[in-house]
């Protein structure tokens, strides 16, 4: 990149910071403190202010439930810009559900950077390193409903991956009769409504936030193994057991790592590829999807990488990596997950496609600035304008270590 745009990747993680401790993904359209993006945003932080990465995870970590569990929103500011809020959810603090699993992998970036330590950051990488033992512990036994050893979600915002073609068939079960999703604050924010999910998906969403409240927040009626989730358990616990013996700290991890992976490598594998199975229905599907290629990063077995040559080989595509392969029905350039390239996704998958999708989505930043998402074969940004974790990756990636 530019140094300009380096200047600039700085400048925005700066200036979405709020109180010295916490960063919000976009100063417009994500008011709060997200999961999955103060991991990302960490990543970033570290490269020119490592005591603002820790903090950045320290603060979400504050906000862990009793259960282990790390909410996917921390709701620190007073605000009505985002829907849904506190009242939808049930709780002023936070939301009730989760995010996957990247912290480990976020901590051992920062780590990694930090070089010399002293006795009292030891001590507070060993306490965040407690806490992030027991969100995995939490993940591995109230995400796993049948007990097969692998990560399910409960709602499509667990994954990250709102709208992603994987929840459809889901979904369409959600009863949605008399939900309203008219508060909805985030259309009006961007170019084009069509660069969000439709308002029958935000009614499913809202349906289901209502029922895991009801439910006293367990899963609720939504479950579905999803390969990414189980992927990124095994690459977080692979680093959670790095760093717990660095810091000489307690874990499970290679347990459960291990039981992890030889549930994705053989429930959720077809013999073509990685499937979703529907913990409802017993269904399971293959989809031309990136996230599908994660496991190919979590420990897969001797020949897998070769075996899904061609599947790779659709998502070298252009400027970087899309989230849905092109020629795949569900594709949609310009929707959100359904199409569009995301930046955390081509950094969690370059260990899959190798160095091209880091040039990608460098070039695809210099082009375009530092949005949300892209459109894969134009290039164009798409959704917010100075989105944290496109920042923070782009200069992780600027700065090798
Ligand atoms: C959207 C994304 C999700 C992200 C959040 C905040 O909901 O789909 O992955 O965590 O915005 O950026």
Known sequence: MTPARLREAREILRSNSREDRYTVPSAHLYPYQWAWDSAFIAVGWATFDRERALVELETLFSRQWPDGRVPHIAFWADTDTYFPGPAQWGRTDTSTITNPLVFALALERVVQRWGRMSPAVTSRMGQLLRRIERAHAFVATARDPLG?????????????????????????????????????????????????????????????????????????PFAVYDPFLTALLIRSDDALLRLAERFDVETDAARRSDRAAAALHASLFDGEGYVFLDARTSETQRLPLLAALQPLAARPPPGRIEALAEAREAFRHGYAAPTVAPTAEAFDPVCYWRGPVWINMNWLHEPVLGSCVRDGALALIERSGFR??????????LGAERFAWSAALALDWSEPL
């Not at 949300?372 to 940004?381: D, S, V």
Request: net charge negative; hydrophobic share 35%.
């Open 372 to 381: 949300e998402y892209f459109h894969p074969e134009t290039g164009a940004g």
């Open 148 to 220: 097969i050893g692998a990560v399910a979600c409960a709602h499509p915002w667990e994954s990250g991956r709102d709208n992603c073609p994987a929840w459809d068939r889901a979904m369409a079960r959600v009863d949605i009769e008399g939900v309203d999703a008219s508060g909805r604050t985030d259309k009006a924010k961007v170019d084009d409504a069509a660069q969000r999910p439709t308002d029958e998906a935000y009614r499913g969403y809202l349906a289901l936030v209502a029922a895991i409240r009801e439910g006293g927040f367990g899963m609720g």
